[in-house]
């Protein structure tokens, strides 16, 4: 798939968006076999993947760049918390920069170009209309902070994380569209502090290796993995601090609105390392699909099948699924023969 911008859908309200079907046909469907079991599952994310694939190449750009870029300002308006970044975090900030600049100049050059002459760099933003010329390391010379100035022209959250004493601390990010947690909640926090709340892993001993494993990844070998859960509405920004505008979304279930109201929010999280401050960026890029565009696919339905009915307790609670998850289960058996 190559990029076709859509005109901005919402997220919020009258939840305008949608996939088309060449969206639903790239859609990172996360689940590998008929159950379910939170893992690692980190895997080298070699680039460029398969061609039009999410994996194609280190930040994926899509069909809902528009959308996106028009939430994140919103919630950025609303809440300028959700973009913060310790002093001592500067020089990663410009890491993210040069990487996500060189990257996308080098990946979408008809929406995006970069010119270097020393320290004097150039970057055009096609898609939102953006040129601007600034000196690199210099913060007084782009309109925003580093971070905020890059991150309001990509999709997806990032997180940059700290790494010292053999663990990394979540010390700067932007983070608009989270499924409920918290930047400044978390901020400061170790990699086993804000994995605190995930049931069964701990006893599974799954984030110490995870940590070992992340600590030791070296600059130009980025890895991924995929992470997932159930959202009601398309809605991008599931975070606490807004709460009461989507919590009581979870009682609007019924047995004949799942296919409209139920959504599959799959995470593409990507790890990189940065190579002058040696933080680790952390990449989570947000894909939505509701049930009746995921049953369009029979065999994804038919899994989703399986691995709802054989969630285990603990993570239909932690993932916040208890309230509908009965007729989620219900709903999807009519996809699946062998029920």
């Given amino acids: 798939m190559r990029l076709h911008p859509k005109p901005i859908q919402t997220f919020r309200d009258d939840f305008s ?86 990257s996308l100049a080098a990946d979408y050059p008809q929406h995006f170009s970069l010119v270097r002459e020393g320290e004097r760099w150039t970057w055009q933003n096609r898609l939102l209309d953006i040129h601007d010329s600034f000196t ?15 991150g309001r022209q990509l999709q997806g959250d990032f997180a940059l994380l700290d790494q010292r004493d053999g663990d990394l601390f979540m010390d700067a990010g932007i983070v608009t569209c989270p499924a409920d947690w918290s930047l400044r909640f978390d901020a400061g926090m170790s990699f ?45 920004d599931s975070s606490p601090e807004t709460f009461p ?20 929010r799959v995470e593409l999280q990507v790890l990189d390392r940065m190579p002058r401050s040696n933080a680790l960026m952390f990449s989570i890029r947000t894909y939505l699909m509701s049930f ?14 399986r691995v709802m009915k054989t969630l285990p307790p603990e993570l239909v609670e932690y993932k916040g699924l208890s309230r509908f998850h009965p007729a989620v289960v219900e709903w999807l058996s009519r996809f699946d023969p062998a029920n």
């Fill in 245 to 264: 505008s989507w919590g009581s979304d979870r009682t609007t279930v019924t047995p004949d609105n799942v296919g409209e109201k139920v959504y599959l």
């Fill in 17 to 102: 968006y949608s996939n088309s079907e060449e969206a639903i046909a790239r859609f990172p469907f996360p689940f590998p076999q008929d159950d379910y079991m939170y893992s690692v599952n980190i895997e080298p994310h070699v680039t460029p993947g398969p061609e039009g694939s999410v994996f194609e190449h280190l930040l994926d750009i899509d069909e809902h760049y528009l959308s996106e870029m028009a939430e994140r300002d919103i919630v950025l308006r609303e809440n300028a918390q959700r973009c913060l970044a310790m002093p001592h975090m500067d020089v990663a900030c410009w890491d993210l920069i040069e990487r996500a600049m060189t």
């Fill in 292 to 305: 009746d565009d995921l049953v369009t696919n029979p065999d994804w339905a038919r899994r989703l099948h």
């Fill in 136 to 150: 690199f390391g210099d913060s007084s010379t782009l309109p925003l902070p580093p971070l905020e100035y890059i």
């Fill in 192 to 236: 086993s502090e804000w994995h605190g709340p995930v049931p069964l892993a701990h006893e599974m001993g799954v984030f110490e290796r995870a940590l070992k494993y992340l600590t030791a990844i070296p600059v130009g070998r980025p890895v991924r993995r995929l992470n997932w859960t159930l959202t009601i509405n398309a809605r991008m």
